[in-house]
C-alpha cells in the first residue's frame, strides 16, 4: 500500500527546516532524497565488512564481493535484463553514455556515418556523440519535436539512411516530462537493423522499466535519481553487442592477463569496469532499488502522475503561467514560465520559503533555444511529496505574481 505518511518519514531530511520553513523537495529530476535504509547501508558497509572485491580470499573481501554482485543481481531485475554480464556498473548516466559514444563508437561509427539523438537530449547525451561524430568524421542528426514537446515519429523515421549506425534517445525529458514512445522508435530502429541507447535517467526512479518488453539494445540510469547514493550509475547492454564492443577504460579488473607485449581482456562485465568499483555504492543502490520496489513502480508512478496532474491544473488558474512542455504523457517534471519574470527570480522567492526548485537551462540550451527561451522554473517530483506541498508552492507562487 502507498502509505504517504509512512514513507515520508523515511526520509530523514524531510523533517529540517529551510529559512524558518518546513522544506519542500521539489528538485527531484536534478537528484533524490535518500532514505534511512540507504544511508544505514553505507555506514554499516564500511562499518563492518569494508574491503576491496574481487581479489581477495579473505573473508572481508568475498563478503563484500557478495554484496557487490547481488547488487548487480538487483539491478539486473529492476530493469528486467536477461542477464547479470549485460549490467555494468558505471559512476552515473553520464559515464554509461560517454562508455557508449566511445567504446560503441570505436566498434561501429566510421566516417560519414550517422548517429540520431532528439532535441530534447539532456548535455550528456549530445556532448559524447558530438565528441564521437567528430573523432570519427561522423554526423549528428536531430529528430525535431512538435512545441508541446513531443518527438515527432514522421521526422523521426525519415532521418535513417543506410549510414545509420545508433539512436539515443531520452525515456524521459528532465526539462518537458514528456515520456518518448521509445518501445515504438526501438521498433522502427531495429526494422533498419539499427540498435538503440535510451537515456534512463529520468525513466528508472517513475516508471517500472522493462528493457526486454522495450526491446532497449542499452539503457543508462543514475543511482542519485533513484533514491541511491552518488557516484553509481548503470549501463545495461545486450550481450551481442557488449561482446563486440572494446574496453572504455584500462586498469586492474578489466583484464584476463597482461604482458608487455599484449593484454588479454575479462569477460563481460568487468571489461568495462576497470579498477577499484563503488562496491559500496552498488549496494547501497541494490538497497534503493529494493525500497522502491517493495513500494512498487506502478504506485510510485500513479502518484507522480497524480501530483503532476494536480500541479498543472493548479498553475493553469495562474494568470501569465506559460508551460514548456505539455505532452499528455507528461512523467513527474513540470516545467514553466511566470510573465516576463526570470526563472531565477521564481526560484530565489520560492526557495525563501522553503520550496525548492530548479531554475536554468537543466543541461538542456538546445531544447532552450527550441523554445527561444534562456531557461524556465522546474518542479520535478518524488515519491514522497505530496498534494499539500503543492498547494504551498501554488500559494507561493500566488505571492510571487502579486510581486510582478
Ligand atoms: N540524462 C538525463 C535525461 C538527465 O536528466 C540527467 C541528469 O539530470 C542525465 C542524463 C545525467 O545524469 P548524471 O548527472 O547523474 O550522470
Avoid at 549501463?235 to 574496453?247: A, I
Avoid at 604482458?259 to 577499484?276: I, M, R, W
Avoid at 517530483?381 to 503543492?390: D, H, I, P, Q, W
Wanted: charged residues 25%.
Amino acid at each position: 500500500m502507498f502509505d504517504i505518511e509512512k514513507i515520508r518519514k523515511d526520509f530523514p531530511i524531510l523533517k529540517r527546516d529551510v529559512y524558518g520553513k518546513p522544506l519542500i523537495y521539489f528538485d527531484n529530476a536534478a537528484t533524490t532524497q535518500k532514505p534511512k535504509a540507504v544511508v544505514d547501508a553505507i555506514a554499516e558497509e564500511y562499518y563492518s565488512v569494508n574491503a576491496n572485491v574481487h581479489r581477495g580470499v579473505h573473508f572481508l573481501s568475498q563478503r563484500a564481493t557478495e554484496l557487490h554482485e547481488e547488487a548487480r543481481e538487483t539491478v539486473r531485475r529492476f530493469i528486467g535484463a536477461e542477464s547479470s554480464e549485460e549490467i555494468i556498473f558505471t559512476r552515473g548516466t553520464t559515464e554509461s553514455i560517454n562508455l557508449m559514444a566511445f567504446s560503441f563508437g570505436e566498434a561501429f561509427i566510421k566516417e560519414g556515418d550517422e548517429i540520431i539523438i532528439s532535441a530534447m537530449e539532456h548535455h550528456s547525451n549530445i556532448v559524447p556523440w558530438q565528441m564521437t561524430a567528430e573523432r570519427k568524421g561522423a554526423k549528428l542528426k536531430v529528430i525535431p519535436i512538435s512545441d508541446e514537446g513531443e518527438i515527432l515519429l514522421d521526422e523521426y523515421e525519415r532521418l535513417f539512411t543506410g549510414r545509420t549506425r545508433i539512436v539515443a534517445v531520452a525515456h524521459v525529458s528532465n526539462v518537458l516530462g514528456t515520456a518518448n514512445p521509445v518501445k515504438e522508435m526501438i521498433r522502427m530502429a531495429h526494422e533498419r537493423g539499427v540498435p538503440v541507447l535510451v537515456d534512463g535517467a529520468q525513466s528508472a526512479p517513475h516508471m517500472p522499466v522493462d528493457v526486454r518488453t522495450l526491446d532497449a539494445d542499452f539503457y543508462a540510469f543514475s543511482g542519485h535519481k533513484v533514491y541511491g547514493p552518488t557516484g553509481i550509475g548503470v549501463l545495461y547492454g545486450k550481450k551481442e553487442w557488449l561482446d563486440r564492443m572494446p574496453p572504455y577504460q584500462g586498469g586492474g579488473e578489466m583484464i584476463k592477463n597482461v604482458s608487455f607485449l599484449k593484454t588479454t581482456y575479462n569477460v563481460l562485465p568487468y571489461k568495462f569496469e576497470a579498477g577499484t568499483p563503488d562496491f559500496v555504492g552498488s549496494h547501497a543502490l541494490a538497497v534503493a532499488l529494493d525500497y522502491v520496489n517493495a513500494i512498487g513502480m506502478d504506485n510510485i508512478n500513479r502518484h507522480e502522475h497524480e501530483l503532476t496532474t494536480y500541479a498543472v491544473d493548479a498553475l493553469s488558474s495562474l494568470k501569465d503561467v506559460r508551460f514548456i512542455g505539455n505532452s499528455a504523457s507528461r512523467c513527474g517534471v513540470v516545467s514553466f514560465l511566470l510573465g516576463n519574470v526570470h526563472p531565477f527570480d521564481v526560484g530565489t522567492l520560492l526557495d525563501r520559503l522553503g520550496i525548492a526548485v530548479r531554475t536554468g537551462h537543466h543541461c538542456a540550451e538546445p531544447l532552450m533555444h527550441h523554445y527561444g527561451i534562456s531557461g524556465t522554473v522546474r518542479v520535478s517530483f518524488g515519491l514522497y511529496n505530496t498534494k499539500s506541498e503543492v498547494d504551498a508552492f501554488i500559494a507561493g507562487m500566488e505571492r510571487i505574481a502579486k510581486m510582478f
